[in-house]
């Protein structure tokens, strides 16, 4: 090849290493995949490390008391977690009433399709959003929602057990519904047995990475089997899915605190901005006749 077309090492400029010797992040190139988050200029890599750590410290401990304070402030720390299907705190509400009504039927259990479409929004808005996964659930039918859940649940036996392979492979007949979305259906049908297939969980118990999980059926057992022995060691009324839930509220609390941590800092640099803002120069323009005129009169 010619010499234009030989590769050479960018020597990195002056600005580049005042930066890294101050400790600040790098400049963010136009057209990368990572931006830098509107946190305060907190480095979200960091949050999510932190969040991690803090869930696999809640994992390691025996401490009953510890996790129930954790499942306790859960709703406090939803903070204003937002997208278009709702706050984070309605939409953990509608799915506990749906935990609610589920354990309270007699007859067979289903879901309908403003359940399940409760149920996508839930998942996005705890998670990574995926606007496209709940267009595609809202255009299933409601009598194939209805038959796929039924057949799912009743798979399930009295105590949450059963052949969850039956109940996972009746669930996969509905477009945009994948292992994680039906471990959530299962959650709600049965808390003793079954638990949602979480970020933050999969990171804690499993040791998964922040990128490159697999969410499929035994991940998804080996999770399970987890956090149902983790709910007997604790002991009382905990549950696999009460398990997951501090979990990921230990995992929320570390972003919370950045958070808080962040807001007095970006106040202070937007004040400082302001004081340190230059006064606005009088305008060359010269006045109106109007305003000539009045100046004339007074």
């Known amino acids: 090849p010619s010499a234009r077309h030989v590769w050479r090492r960018r020597v990195p400029g002056k600005r580049c290493v005042r930066r890294r010797r101050e400790g600040l992040p790098p400049v963010q190139a136009r057209g990368s995949a990572w931006r830098a988050p509107k946190t305060g200029g907190l480095d979200a890599r960091d949050s999510a490390t932190r969040s991690s750590e803090m869930a696999k410290a809640l994992w390691s401990s025996s401490s009953a008391e510890e996790w129930q304070g954790h ?3 859960l709703e406090s720390r939803f903070g204003a977690k937002k997208t278009k299907y709702g706050t984070l705190a309605d939409l953990q509400t509608q799915f506990q009433a749906l935990c609610d009504r589920l354990a309270a039927a007699d007859g067979p259990k289903e879901l309908s399709k403003d359940d399940l479409v409760m149920v996508m929004g839930y998942k996005l808005t705890r998670g990574k959003m995926r606007p496209l996964m709940n267009k595609i659930v ?4 409601e009598t194939g929602v209805r038959e796929a859940t039924r057949a799912a649940l009743a798979a399930l036996d009295d105590e949450g057990g059963g052949d969850d392979k039956a109940a996972f492979k009746a669930l996969d007949q509905l477009h945009g519904v994948g292992v994680a ?10 808390p003793s047995q079954h638990v949602v297939m979480s970020d933050q969980s ?16 035994k991940s998804y057992a080996a999770l399970r089997d987890a ?9 009382g009324d905990w549950t696999a899915y009460a398990v997951e839930q501090s979990l990921y509220s230990a995992a929320a609390a570390a972003l919370a605190v950045d958070v808080a941590a962040a807001a007095p800092s970006a106040a202070s640099a937007s004040a400082a901005a302001a004081s340190t803002k230059p006064a606005k120069k009088p305008s060359k323009r010269p006045a109106s006749k109007p305003a000539a005129k009045k100046a004339r009169k007074a």
């Open 71 to 73: 499942l306790s402030a």
């Open 138 to 141: 809202e255009g299933t039918s």
């Open 181 to 190: 979305t039906a471990s959530m259906i299962l959650a709600a049908a049965a």
């Open 202 to 217: 999969m990171e804690a118990i499993l040791d998964a990475p922040a990128h490159g999980k697999k969410y499929d059926l």
């Open 227 to 235: 956090c149902v022995a983790k709910a007997t060691a604790l002991g």
